[in-house]
């Protein structure tokens, strides 16, 4: 558990999430980490688009505009999380982020109500 965004140790996981995330929540495995973490939703986007204008050159997927997930999606992207003791709300918004040829890139379900950012990332 990380109070801030700072404390972060780990580059991977710290370049790869909004530099104003508090609250956070990693348990991170070979290749990806999962995360929960408070943020508020205009640093969400702020991020998410620079994520793309860095990224999205290079994407082999193209920008998806953001949706709520069905609940058989939102069911089985509960399971990466249930390590961290935490599930997806059912209002929360998708933010699909730039896939790298190498299959580095994130998603990340935002709920508003909360402030609450769930992350799944993928690095190499």
């Known amino acids: 558990e990380y109070p801030s965004h700072d404390v972060i140790g780990d580059a991977r996981v ?17 290749g990806s980490f999962r995360a929960r973490y408070t943020v508020d939703q205009k640093s969400v986007e702020e991020w998410f688009e620079r994520q793309w204008a860095l990224h999205g050159g290079t994407s082999r997927t193209q920008r998806l505009p ?8 939102r069911e089985y992207h509960n399971e990466d999380f249930s390590v961290l003791g935490v599930s997806i709300p ?17 998603s990340l ?9 769930y992350q799944f990332m993928g690095y190499w």
């Open 90 to 106: 059912a209002n929360a918004v998708v933010y699909e982020g730039p896939r790298q040829p190498n299959g580095r890139g994130f």
């Open 14 to 30: 710290k370049r790869n999430m909004p530099e104003v995330a508090t609250g956070i929540i990693v348990d991170q495995g070979i």
């Open 109 to 117: 379900y935002y709920d508003q109500a909360n402030s609450t950012a």
């Open 66 to 73: 953001n949706a709520t997930l069905s609940e058989p999606d």
